[in-house]
């Protein structure tokens, strides 16, 4: 054998085993590779079960997995129930800020969310105190401050007016210091007994009215015999619900009208205070008029007393002018009798002159 072929074989020798390494390598390389794939798949398949439960999960209520822990519903579930939620209950903007108050219950709030907040002008929204009903510390539960129309925005301040005339006590409502922070709804919240059934019956009093309280007490449990026929469903109480837009729409129509007869009689009160002080004067001035007639009736007794006095001296006096004027007019007579006896005695005397100087005439 040459040299030339012992170099080949030697150098074939050496690439074989190169190229077994290479194969062993490629061998390894594939085996890896396969591994990791096989891992990625089981991975990916894994993942594509729990993509499938987190979107595709609809679990009844208490059903648990293989390690005894609850199945949470999926998105699709969970859609719906939000969904469902926002038909009842609409958006709501919590953490609201009051930035400023303006004139016939004008208000500009802040909300904490970015830009945009989602609110279009035209819009109406029902604002709130936002107060937490269980906290005993709080010196009231919060209010209803009214409902309201979107008259602008910009960047994250809403600007606002009343949709109804509010009172003097609706606006100090909104004016109210410190003003803490207010939610908005889209929609009025609607009453559901879901969520009276998580309080228990002291927070129940406590938030409640004490006329209406029982009802919510009762609500949900055994019947009693003398409770009406339309609260009693199953043999279990089940209060009536209520819609509060419509009641606060009656509340506010009731507030309107009450305002109406409070001004009425207001006026009605000033009227009849306007009345009394002026009996008051009056009954001043005709005290003073009584006083002032008992002093002129004294002095009338006085001058009736001369005047009765008077009137019988001149009754007196009367008398005495009648008497005479009686003997008077007789002593006239007397003296008419003469004075006619004497001109007749005259006028005889003048016919007896007159015929005897007629006689004498005719005679001569």
Known sequence: MSIWNKILIGLIFVTAVAFFYMGARTLKTHQY???????????IRELEEENDQLVNANPEEGEEDENGELIEMGIKRLRLELHKLLLDRGRVWYNCTRERIGEDGKVAVKTDLPNPNLIKPKTTLFLFEEKDIKDKDAPDKGQYLGEFIVT?????VVDMRPVKKMSKEEEAGLSKNPPGTWCMYDIMPIDVRSVFSKLSDDEKKAILPSNTVTEYLKDGKPAEPDDPEHRVLDGKYVR????????FE????????????KAENEQDWQYVKNTYEDAIRQRTFRQAEVAQRKQNLARVKREDGAIIQLGRSLQTRVRQMQ?????L???NRIAAARIAKIQHEIAQRINARTRTMAQSTGGS
């Open 152 to 156: 602008g925005v910009a960047d994250r």
């Open 250 to 261: 009656s509340y506010h129509r009731r507030t309107v009208i009450l305002a109406d007869k």
């Open 33 to 43: 590779w396969r591994d990791l794939a096989r891992d990625l798949n089981e991975q």
């Open 240 to 247: 009536l619900l209520r819609d509060y837009k419509i009641l």
């Open 329 to 331: 007019a007789k002593r």
């Open 323 to 327: 008497v005479a004027i009686a003997d």
